[in-house]
T-cell receptor, first 109, second 114 residues
């Protein structure tokens, strides 16, 4: 069983919709990472957080340490947001990441 | 900075051949990670280095895989002999301890073993 679980696996939305992707983890962590990967593309780090909430443009990431749960929200979604979003957990000081399987987001115009 | 550089971007080889993947981390970063991504298993950590020293190689699938970091600006991942099941995208990433672990990924090497 993967220690980091994401849901949903696939998500299709219409442009403008509010998007939520969820991540649950079963291990103690030092940080929770959200990554973005466009089709055939590289991987970009969106957020790294250990508590509370972070916001960057239309993207918001939250984490609840007690519930071992994090969410990534996209407001006013756009077709260019179509990508795979990956949640990853790191524990201790070694920054070793354990990855979720990813969520494929498709935003239609 | 140019970011993490990987070469080659694509590699097609035949089963049994030796494959060498290369990575240049961001200058000044003291951690380097090698990952493998497949449709079935997603992203997996293979090995990581701290200050050029291998710290955890528990993700290396078997003895056919080896990785080296001879200096702070260069690392290699070698597969010998390669097998079709090694076909995947291999990513290199680097991070700075003072950056609290945010990782910067290279563009990846897409490996196809026929």
């Amino acid at each position: 069983k993967n220690e980091v679980e994401q849901s949903p696996q696939n998500l299709t939305a219409q442009e403008g919709e509010f998007i939520t992707i969820n991540c649950s983890y079963s291990v103690g962590i030092s940080a929770l990472h959200w990554l973005q990967q466009h089709p055939g593309g590289g991987i970009v780090s969106l957020f790294m957080l250990s508590s509370g909430k972070k916001k960057h443009g239309r993207l918001i990431a939250t984490i609840n340490i007690q519930e071992k749960h994090s969410s990534l929200h996209i407001t006013a979604s756009h077709p260019r947001d179509s990508a795979v979003y990956i949640c990853a957990a790191s524990g201790g000081s070694n920054y070793k990441l354990t990855f979720g399987k990813g969520t494929l987001l498709t935003v239609n115009p | 900075d140019a970011g993490v550089i990987q070469s080659p971007r694509h590699e097609v080889t035949e089963m049994g051949q030796e494959v060498t993947l290369r990575c240049k981390p961001i200058s000044g970063h003291d951690y380097l990670f090698w990952y493998r991504q497949t449709m079935m298993r997603g992203l997996e950590l293979l090995i990581y280095f701290n200050n050029n020293v291998p710290i955890d190689d528990s993700g290396m699938p078997e003895d056919r895989f080896s990785a080296k970091m001879p200096n702070a600006s260069f690392s290699t991942l070698k597969i010998q002999p390669s097998e079709p099941r090694d076909s995947a995208v291999y990513f290199c990433a680097s991070s700075l301890r003072q950056g609290a672990g945010e990782q910067f990924f290279g563009p990846g090497t897409r490996l196809t073993v026929l």
